[in-house]
DNA sequence: CGTTATATTGAGATAGATCAACCTGGGTGG
DNA sequence: CCACCCAGGTTGATCTATCTCAATATAACG
């Protein structure tokens, strides 16, 4: 678990605090203040930090690592609504009202966050607008990429849903190299099907089919490199 | 136009302030001077409020009526992603963040707006920490109501869908009466395939079939009635 | 280097799209 | 008040893209 609140300097650079876009605007005493007020957690790759309909007390802000935020659906698959990574938070739903988790949320690599109760960030954002305001960005945001998701979704061009999740990759986990925007992907074949609404062979063909008309080369089972980012967005 | 202004009971009464959920936890005083804040508009039937990648300078909050956000998607169909009602506000994105609209918001009846400069409104929301926590509540039920619509597309099973969407109406705009559930469509049935990705035809059977069963029953072309709410929530 | 998980490819079944004909309800004018 | 009109809705017949099931190939990892 390390140390909780200490707010050495050298604490502090484990310390979600310093690196959160959220707070951001904050100076180094009140960051302190913040990280007197966070619990640091360390989950290993796989493991559940949320189960669905948990009812969690505190926000989540991940300091390093990704998460995996899903539901099983009723046809008892598993839908992947985000990826989180570094500076991102979860629990937004809990921090006002008492909802319960809306989703299961699983560290895909070994992850490191910071909680801080409800009370407490409710606390803060009352003291500091500033920090309501980047959380509303940021769930404005988060409306603003799941109005497009639905937009695809609701597309009957296959194509353009596998089409507009490279893009989304790319824009989110996109490294420039010299042969292109190398992604990582944050998951299987499977899980990019379940992510847009389609099955894992279907997926496949249509990324073979891209890799075909040389627009994206595939590395490996987790790489893909985006050859010719035009025309992938052409029609997106 | 009416009064822009004024502060009298009377002018009140018209006025978004009191009957806004997110004003609900101003008093008197404080309403006053939200009311000073607002420019009124009406809207007739059909009338655009705001186009898509416009810039807007306030936010939106709908005293009467109610309005479609959606977008035009490139197959040149038209997608619904919310109807908004007496209560609601949009124009959210643009608060904080200099975004474009990112959706057409149509009048669907005649409707009443109250708007509220973006400048204003943060300065109200600046000082009083309590209104920050509505428009982020009403953000994360959004949030939940797309999660939910996501995972619905994403799914095979189209009557899932059809289902999904008549809940969601009768949760909104349900009137219970003794035969039923009425629900007052907010859309044609093609608005209705739009929004859930299929196309009319495919909702008209779906709903025939519902009718069959006798789970809803139809009347005239934008009501229908909801006979067995239990089996129509039982695969949703 | 072998074993297991994951991805690809192929062939066939099927649900929903598409195209087309027909019906209905609610509004209008004679 | 009734007949007519027309947009929107329903129903039917086909077509096609994706799912499904199955076999094979490839990658990942100890």
Redesign the pocket.
């Given at each position: 678990m390390g140390c909780n609140s200490c707010a050495c300097e050298n604490c502090h650079n484990k310390m979600c605090s310093k690196r959160v876009p959220i707070f951001s605007s904050f100076n180094q005493e009140e960051i302190t203040r913040v990280s007197s007020l966070i619990v640091r957690r360390e989950y290993k790759k796989g493991e559940l930090i949320i189960l669905e309909g948990a009812g969690i007390e505190s926000l989540v802000i991940i300091n390093s690592g990704r998460v995996k935020a899903y539901r099983n659906t009723s046809e008892g698959r598993e839908h992947i609504l985000y990826i989180f990574s570094e500076g991102d938070f979860f629990g937004e739903k809990n921090l006002l009202q008492n909802k319960a988790a809306t989703y299961n949320a699983e560290a895909l690599e070994d992850t490191g966050i910071c909680t801080i109760h409800r009370k407490a960030f409710q606390e803060l954002m009352r003291e500091y607008p500033e920090l309501s305001f980047k959380v509303m960005e940021e769930l404005c945001n988060r409306l603003v990429r799941l109005e497009k998701t639905i937009e695809s979704m609701g597309t009957?061009?296959?194509?353009l849903r596998v089409n507009s999740v490279l893009v989304e990759f790319a824009e989110k986990y996109g490294r420039a190299e010299p042969r292109g925007l190398v992604i990582e992907l944050p998951m299987?074949?499977?899980g990019i099907a379940n992510y847009i609404?389609?099955?894992?062979?279907?997926?496949?063909?249509k990324?073979?089919l891209l890799q075909e008309e040389h627009i994206i080369e595939?590395v490996?089972?987790?790489k893909v490199i985006i050859l010719d980012m035009n025309r992938l967005k052409e029609n997106v």
């Open positions: 009957r061009n296959v194509e299987s074949r499977e609404g389609l099955t894992r062979e279907t997926v496949s063909r990324m073979s595939m490996g089972n987790k």
